[in-house]
């Protein structure tokens, strides 16, 4: 009944830019906080950045100045800009509710930053 479906990663060398897109299905885009989430191998996953329904921001420091969470909630759909991307950066990014619903994880999208 929920589902999260991210996309937009890639392969991108470091100091390139990408953006992250996450569809939302029906009722979980009106949870008030929405946040991306990232996964490196070997590592938990990690709360990068989130945003409210009335767009109030906030970020992990090692992304702050880079990254910008936005969302269009008439569409659904949460956005993650990557921008001076880092070979740290490189993980699968997931979008969920903060705190996050367990039943909503989608397969996440792979980015990867080279040196």
């Known amino acids: 009944q929920v589902q999260l479906v991210e996309s937009g990663g890639g392969l991108v060398q470091a100091g390139g830019s990408l953006r992250l897109s996450c569809a939302a299905s029906g009722s979980i885009f009106s949870f008030n906080v929405m946040g991306w989430y990232h996964q490196a191998p070997g590592k938990q996953r990690e709360l990068v950045a989130w945003?409210?329904?009335?767009?109030?921001?906030n970020y992990v420091d090692s992304v702050k100045g880079r990254f910008t969470i936005s969302r269009d909630n008439a569409k659904n759909t949460l956005y993650l800009q990557m921008n001076s991307l880092k070979p740290e950066d490189t993980a699968i990014y997931y979008c969920n509710t903060v705190p996050p619903r367990n039943d909503a994880w989608g397969q996440g999208t792979q980015v990867t930053v080279s040196s």
């Open positions: 945003i409210t329904r009335s767009g109030y921001t």
